[in-house]
């Protein structure tokens, strides 16, 4: 490792795997706003490696599970906010490279980024020995997510489990609206409203897509609504 691949020492021993080309690491690791090489490529090939294995994972752990209810359980477990989540704990916003514009902006705590950086690392990986070494990272950092799933709570999705609880109180269906919208077309970012009228519950969700945000936002407004009745209010 020369001098200039110090920087990423820590990074391989929380991600447990030792690069051979760290120049893929590099590429993995820098934003398009930096310029060329960068991660978007990587990301594609990342994003597959991610989602086999994460269902994989769940195959294996929750053999009575439905197809239907193992894809809600991927996608809950390979959306933007569980990859930044990881990102978060790899403290990989230290090792980005950023343009300009998107340092200001504090491009190296954005979601979005983070998320992309995550998968653009899988990629690298699995470039850099195979495919096999590149699950062995994806299991060992989502092992114990997949481990505290309770398939009773999560296998259905946020929204249809907040409309379930409202239906069986004889209350009203949430209503869902865009407050902001912003990005060009391929890196858009929504902020949803999430409206419980009768309970006076507002909550907001943040997503690269407004299904993803109104997700979070659904899964924000059912813990409000547990504690609301956990309260003993009508």
């Not at 086999?52 to 053999?63: G, K, N, Q, S």
């Not at 092992?143 to 505290?148: F, G, L, S, T």
Request: hydrophobic share 40%; glycine share 6%.
């Amino acid at each position: 490792m020369n001098q200039s691949d110090q920087r990423f020492r820590r990074l391989c021993t929380a991600l447990d795997y030792s690069f051979s080309r760290f120049e893929l690491l590099r590429q993995a690791v820098t934003h398009r706003s930096f310029g060329a090489p960068n991660n978007e490529r990587f990301e594609f090939v990342g994003d597959s490696i991610l989602n086999y294995t994460v269902a994989r994972m769940l195959f294996d752990h929750f053999p009575k599970l439905s197809e239907g209810e193992l894809s809600r359980l991927r996608a809950n477990l390979v959306n933007q906010s569980t990859l930044a989540e990881i990102a978060q704990q790899l403290k990989l916003g230290d090792y980005l490279y950023l343009g300009e514009g998107e340092l200001k902006s504090g491009g190296f705590n954005r979601p979005s980024i983070l998320a992309d950086a995550v998968e653009a690392i899988f990629a690298a990986i699995s470039f850099d020995a195979d495919f096999m070494a590149a699950e062995r990272v994806v299991r060992r950092l989502y092992q114990e997510r997949v481990v505290a799933i309770d398939p009773s709570k999560h296998a259905k999705d946020a929204k249809t489990r907040l409309q379930e609880a409202l239906q069986a109180r004889r209350l009203s269906l949430p209503r869902y609206s865009i407050l902001s919208q912003s990005g060009e077309a391929h890196e858009q970012s929504f902020r949803v409203q999430c409206d419980l009228a009768e309970l006076g519950i507002i909550t907001t969700g943040d997503g690269i897509s407004r299904r993803g945000a109104e997700q979070q936002a659904a899964d924000a407004a059912l813990l409000l609504l547990e504690q609301h009745f956990a309260a003993g209010k009508k």
